[in-house]
């Protein structure tokens, strides 16, 4: 009976260990608020709701339970945008249509403001379970720590 009951704690102890993997719930406007005032940008921001986030940044509304951002002013290419995605499959679409959005503003900026081109190739694009991050900052490393963090937990 006690090595009954030793295995038993022993196997409840290893079960408890790997509750770690459980999913996080992320609300993308209270992340991004909070993101935004760690994260050093140079430019106002103005927040967008999940339409017009959608919309700003070419991301298929089908793809997205809930979103937000916060876009500079166009003096900068900075932003920060954060989407839940309506399943794992559908945030990696995300990520990739996010990918296409970099591109599209690279080539933009190129030639309306060049200086901004470097923030644009290090973009972060995070993503986690359901949750991807774009953030378009003056301090990219940084921000990655700030954004892997929030992702994480």
């Known amino acids: 009976m006690k090595k009954y009951i030793i295995g038993l704690s022993a196997a409840l102890l290893l079960l408890s260990g790997c509750s770690d993997n459980k999913k996080v719930e992320i609300d993308p406007v209270t992340a991004v608020e909070q993101m935004s005032e760690e ?38 290419a900075e932003s920060i945008a954060m989407f839940k995605a309506v399943d794992e499959k559908s945030a990696q679409e995300i990520e990739k249509q996010l990918g296409v959005f970099i591109d599209g503003y690279i080539e933009g900026y190129s030639d309306y403001k060049p200086e901004e081109v ?33 992702l994480n937990g």
Request: net charge negative; glycine share 4%; aromatic share 6%.
């Open 39 to 76: 994260i050093t940008f140079t430019d106002q921001f103005a927040p967008l709701d999940s339409e017009n986030a959608n919309r700003v940044y070419g991301v298929d509304a089908d793809l997205v339970e809930d979103s937000t951002a916060m876009v500079g002013s166009g003096a900068t």
């Open 118 to 150: 470097p923030k644009l190739e290090s973009a972060i694009i995070e993503r986690k379970d359901v949750y991807v991050v774009l953030c378009i900052s003056a301090d990219n490393d940084a921000a990655k720590s700030i954004v892997s963090d929030t």
